[in-house]
C-alpha cells in the first residue's frame, strides 16, 4: 500500500508519467547552436554527446557537481565505483569538454567529497588556475565504526586567467553581535537595528551555515545528492553578474538553473536522467512565483538560526 504524504512534505518527486509536459520543455541537441537557442533551457542528454554542440566562449560561470567517485543509484541509472586512474580519465574527458565554453574571464566551481577532492584538485590545477578550495558542513551523514563520520564536503574554486569576476559584498555573512563594542558611544565595526546587532564579515573557504534541503522545505526533491539553493547562491553571486550566463554540466533536481533563475541570471544545464529533467523543470516554473532562497534574505547571508524569519521560510512555499 501507497504512503500518504504529510501536508507538510513539500518533496518534488512525481512521476515522468505526471511530468511528461515538464519534459516536453526540455531541448534535445544534436547539432551545432547559438546561444539563443538553447540559453534558459534543460537540455535533455548526454554531456558526452551534447556538449560539443554548444556555443564556445559563451559561459561565464560552470557549476560541476559531478558523480562522487562511489557507487550511488540515481532512480534508473548506477554510476560505479571507479579505480583512481579512471575516475581521473573521467574528469579529465568532461572538464576537457567544458573548458572551451568559458569566456576567458569565466570561473568554474567543482563540488566533491574528500575522496573525489584529491583527484578533482590535482586535474584543476594542471588545467586553470585554481584560487580555492571551499569546505562546507553539511548536517546529514551516516556514522561508521571503523571512521569518522563524513559530514564536509569540498567545491573547487578555479579561473581561466587572471581576469575574473569576485563580488565580495554579494556573499558577506552577516553575524550576530554578542559582546558589542562601542567607541565614543557608537557602535564600532557593527551595527545596531531593530532586528539586532550585526556585523557583516568577509567570508572565508569553511562555510558552517549551509542547511542540506530536507522534506519540509519547498526546494526538496528526491534526488539522492541534490545540493542546497543557499550553497550554490553563494557562488553564483559571487562569480557571475546579473544577465551573465551560467551552466550546469550535470544539472541533477536542477538546483542550479533554479538560482541561477531567481538571481537574474541566464542559464544551462544538461541532464541525461529525463526523470531530472521533470523535477528541474518542476522547480523552475515554482520559481516563477517564490524567488526566495531559505537563507538569503533582503540580499544577505544570514549565519544560521539569527533571523528569526529562517524558521518560518523553512516551511512555507
Known amino acids: 500500500m501507497a504512503k500518504t504524504k504529510s501536508p507538510r512534505n513539500k518533496t518534488i ?19 551545432p ?4 537557442d538553447c540559453i534558459n533551457t534543460t537540455i535533455w ?38 579505480r583512481s586512474e579512471e575516475y581521473r580519465s573521467l574528469t579529465e574527458r568532461w572538464l576537457d569538454l567544458v573548458l572551451p565554453l568559458i569566456k576567458d574571464t569565466g570561473s568554474i566551481y567543482v563540488c566533491c567529497d574528500w575522496e573525489s577532492s584529491l583527484i578533482i584538485g590535482q586535474v584543476l590545477t594542471e588545467k586553470l588556475i585554481v584560487r580555492n578550495r571551499i569546505t ?17 564536503e ?40 531593530e532586528k539586532g546587532n550585526y556585523r557583516d564579515t568577509c567570508p572565508s573557504n569553511f562555510w558552517d551555515d549551509i542547511s542540506v534541503p530536507f522534506w519540509s522545505m519547498a526546494e526538496n526533491t528526491a534526488h539522492p545528492t541534490q545540493k542546497p539553493e543557499k550553497l550554490i547562491a553563494k557562488l553564483i553571486l559571487a562569480s557571475s553578474n546579473p544577465r551573465d550566463v551560467v551552466l550546469d554540466p550535470f544539472l ?30 518542476k522547480r523552475l516554473e515554482m520559481a516563477e512565483k517564490n524567488p526566495s532562497i531559505q537563507g538569503y534574505t533582503d540580499g544577505v547571508f544570514w549565519e544560521r538560526n539569527t533571523l528569526a524569519d529562517q524558521i518560518q521560510m523553512l516551511t512555507t512555499d
Open 13 to 31: 518527486d512525481i512521476s515522468l508519467d505526471e511530468g511528461m509536459s515538464y519534459l516536453e520543455r526540455c531541448k534535445v541537441i544534436n547539432e
Open 33 to 36: 547552436v547559438e546561444l539563443n
Open 45 to 82: 542528454g548526454d554531456l558526452f554527446q551534447t556538449a560539443p554542440y554548444l556555443p564556445p566562449k559563451s559561459v561565464d560561470l560552470l557549476i560541476a557537481d559531478p558523480p562522487y567517485n562511489l557507487t550511488k543509484q540515481y532512480h534508473g541509472r548506477t554510476f560505479q565505483k571507479k
Open 136 to 152: 562546507w558542513q553539511r548536517e546529514k551523514g551516516r556514522g561508521a565504526k571503523t571512521n569518522w563520520k563524513n559530514s564536509m
Open 154 to 193: 569540498d567545491i573547487w574554486f578555479a579561473t581561466m586567467s587572471d581576469r575574473y569576476v569576485f563580488n565580495l559584498n554579494d556573499v558577506k555573512l552577516r553575524r550576530k553581535v554578542i559582546a558589542p563594542y562601542k567607541e565614543n558611544g557608537k557602535p564600532k565595526d557593527w551595527k545596531e537595528t
Open 252 to 281: 541533477g533536481s536542477g538546483t542550479t538553473s533554479v538560482v541561477a533563475k531567481k538571481l537574474g541570471r541566464r542559464f544551462l544545464g544538461i541532464e541525461q536522467n529525463e526523470l531530472y529533467c521533470v523535477w528541474a523543470e
